[in-house]
Nanobody, 122 residues
Framework: VQLIESGGGLVEAGESLRLSCAAS????????VGWFRQAPGKEREFVAY????????VDGDSMKGRFTISRDNDKNTVILQMNSLKPEDTAVYYC????????????????WGQGARVTVSS
């Protein structure tokens, strides 16, 4: 499964960004997708995941109420809508896929995108 992230960039605090994760796999609807981020000098952090059927959605604690994950299986795409961005959200954001059940643990994912850089200025 090849994953390609897009939509990163530089924004000011309080603004929004929409990250997309596009998959090449025709059976993408069987895969759960997670978003993770890694800031310079920090460990990779769980952001959110959405299950293969879109029923289960889990958000990381620091993102609740600001980030929304969704998917369009007809377009093989998962979206991370990020609102009210803060400077501490600055990181490289990665999408990852695993077959069937989702997980908040990076080690459980088999396929990873190349990352999209998000920079939030104060």
């Amino acid at each position: 499964v090849q994953l390609i992230e897009s939509g990163g960039g530089l924004v000011e605090a309080g603004e929004s960004l929409r990250l997309s994760c596009a998959a090449s796999e025709p059976t993408f609807s069987s895969y759960s997708v997670g978003w993770f981020r890694q800031a310079p000098g920090k460990e990779r952090e769980f952001v959110a995941y959405i299950s293969w059927n879109g029923v289960d959605i889990v958000d990381g604690d620091s993102m609740k109420g600001r980030f929304t994950i969704s998917r369009d299986n007809d377009k093989n795409t998962v979206i991370l809508q990020m609102n009210s961005l803060k400077p501490e959200d600055t990181a490289v954001y990665y999408c990852a896929a695993k077959y069937y059940k989702g997980s908040p643990w990076a080690a459980d994912y088999d396929y990873w995108g190349q990352g999209a850089r998000v920079t939030v200025s104060s």
